[in-house]
């Protein structure tokens, strides 16, 4: 397995607080890798290092053999990753079929971007029924999807998602989690940074488990769902 | 549908024949309104490329009125001597304020929200504060004897005859100025829904997003800068040569705010709003006028100052718009694009999975 993003050394300081401290990453195409832990352990610093909204203090960001340092965040996608922004960053006054195509503001292919919009459409009924409201009147959990759709929208060759869960209500939430998967499933290769982290290794293959700005612990998600510390840690157990 | 050409030339008959027709009931210094409610409206419509579309809050917008204003002042009259020609003028004053817009926008291109209207508002001032103290400008004192408007031979300010109608030079300056108008809400129209229009209203929703989605979200707000700062030039350029005298004084942070308030009165991001609001707002004040007068005929004395009373009356009908209809007078309607013809007959399908022949 060839790795798409590979991750090494990295530092991310704030201010004169070091929020990542070296951390190694790396995750394989078509892979559902999940980054944990708790508020303030350095997730948030990780990938907004990765997209390009912090200027690393040190170490290596590679995706698909390219180096992510420095490039500025609307390359990104031109480049084949789509952030999806943490507390989903829809486009409020715009409809939910405008947002969609913002989605795939970068491509020039007509035919192709009404396919992916049919085939957005066909993931996300609610979606469908909804196109021509203005996202800012849909549910949380309808945005979220809506967030996913239109990244989905620039056909990544990763998707880079940061909280999905956060401020949904339960039940959404596991929805939320069941289309990333089915996501993944369809051969995406996906980063969740996430907090609720049984549902992260629920959904996830492999799980990195952050701590303090460095990485604790990193296995399969299964082997993290039955570690004693894990489940102690961040499980409630 | 024969309704809406029907509509359409009425319209066109009734504001064709405004200036005629105001000059009768109101008199000629209404006419004169007009001109000048005309040139707030290519104002507004310029402050909201910048402020409807893009969503960057500007209050310094009458710095390009300034730097078009400018322009034709010192290019087109014994100022330095040079009188040159307005198709050579207004073009330049569109791209001078062009520049302008851009040197505005280069360095607030990282800020937002009320940290970017106040550097607006420092720029402006800092363009006043030029004007005033430089020599080229001629000062405090402004410039003066500036060549009317004309177009080869024909001259704005003159009166001419057509058809045996005698057109007063106020009344080509309204021709000229809506034409104008007309021009800028066709291309504000085209901008609105092409892809760089698109782009600006993701900006404006949320810019992290917009970045993601692969918007270069710095050469956008710069060309929003500019192309805002264009209509503002041109306005300004007109202004020059209908007035005839330009200061400092006229182009102060007031003008600035009052633009703003038509854009925000009118309905953000759309266009009939911002055309109404511009209007409404140039022509309330001089309404309010005769107040005054009943001010005096109903105490007998004046206790209010009547410059001040206007002023207040128009304050309390700025809020009270405010408060009652706070989307603006004429906000854009709920927009149904044709986005979506295609999938509509789609839609249908997922219903009609459950084959027919199920008995099998």
């Given at each position: 397995m060839s790795a798409l993003l590979e991750v090494s050394g990295l530092e991310v300081h704030y201010g004169g607080i070091q929020a990542v401290k070296g951390i190694d990453l790396r995750v394989n195409q078509g892979e559902l890798v999940t980054l944990i832990g708790a508020n303030g352990a350095g997730k948030t610093s990780t990938l907004k290092a990765l997209a390009g909204l912090l200027r690393p203090a040190a170490g290596q960001i590679r995706f698909a053999g390219q180096s992510l340092v420095g490039m500025p965040v609307h390359q990104l996608i031109r480049n084949g990753l789509a952030l999806v922004p943490e507390g989903r960053g829809?486009?409020?006054?715009?409809?939910v079929a405008e947002n969609l195509m913002m989605g795939a503001y970068v491509r020039r292919d007509a035919d192709g971007i009404i396919a992916d919009l049919e085939r957005m459409y066909g993931l996300f009924e609610r979606l469908h029924e909804r196109r021509e409201q203005k996202a800012g009147t849909l549910s949380g959990g309808e945005q979220q999807m809506l967030a996913i759709g239109r990244a989905l929208m620039g056909r990544p060759r990763m998707l880079l998602l940061d909280e999905p869960s956060m401020g949904l209500a339960p039940l959404m939430v596991q929805k939320i989690i069941g289309v990333i998967r089915q996501v993944a499933n369809e051969g995406m290769t996906v980063l969740l940074v996430e907090q609720n982290a049984r549902l992260a290794l629920q959904a996830a293959e492999r799980a990195y488990v952050m701590e303090g700005g460095r990485i604790s612990f990193e296995d399969t998600a299964q082997a993290c769902l039955n570690d004693p510390r894990v489940r102690a840690a961040y499980l409630g157990e | 549908m024969k309704l809406r050409p029907l509509l359409f030339g009425l319209a066109l008959v009734a504001v064709l024949a405004l200036p005629f027709l105001t000059d009768l009931a109101l008199g000629r210094s209404w006419v004169r309104l007009l001109d000048f409610a005309l040139l707030y409206a290519m104002l507004a419509l310029g402050l909201n490329i910048v402020v409807g579309y893009a969503g960057l809050l500007d209050l310094g917008y009458v710095a390009f009125y300034a730097v078009g204003a400018y322009l034709y002042a010192m290019l087109a009259s014994p100022h330095i001597g040079m009188h040159l020609p307005l198709w050579v003028l207004l073009p330049g004053g569109a791209l001078l304020a062009a520049a302008f817009g851009a040197l505005l926008g280069a360095p607030t291109l990282g800020l937002r929200g009320d940290y970017l209207a106040i550097v607006t508002m420092g720029f402006g001032e800092i363009i006043r504060i030029f004007l005033r103290n430089l020599n080229v400008t001629n000062g405090p004192a402004g410039i003066d004897l500036i060549d009317p408007i004309q177009l080869g031979n024909f001259s704005f300010s003159a009166t001419h005859r057509l058809f045996g109608l005698v057109i007063p030079g106020i009344y080509n300056y309204y021709f000229l100025f809506l034409g104008l108008t007309v021009l800028i809400v066709l291309m504000s129209r085209r901008l609105e829904g092409s892809r760089i229009g698109r782009a600006w209203a993701a900006i404006r929703e949320d810019e992290i997003a917009a970045r993601a989605m692969g918007l270069n979200t710095k050469n956008l707000k710069l060309l929003a800068f500019a192309m805002g700062a264009t209509f503002g030039g041109i306005s300004g350029v007109l202004f020059a040569g209908f007035q005839g005298f330009v200061s400092p004084e006229s182009f102060t942070m007031n003008e600035s705010v009052m633009i703003l308030c038509m854009v925000v009165l009118g309905g953000m991001g759309h266009l009939n709003g911002v055309l109404l609001g511009a209007i409404l707002l140039a022509i309330l004040p001089e309404a309010f006028r005769p107040l005054a007068q009943l001010q005096q005929q109903t105490f007998g004395e004046v206790y209010l100052d009547p410059a001040s009373l206007r002023m207040l009356l128009f304050a309390v009908a700025l809020i009270a718009v405010m408060i009652l209809r706070p989307e603006g007078l004429w906000p854009s309607p709920v927009r149904k694009r044709e986005l979506h013809a295609s999938e509509e007959d789609n839609a249908s399908t997922p219903d009609a999975d459950p084959a027919p022949g199920g008995a099998a």
């Open positions: 829809v486009f409020p006054r715009l409809t | -």
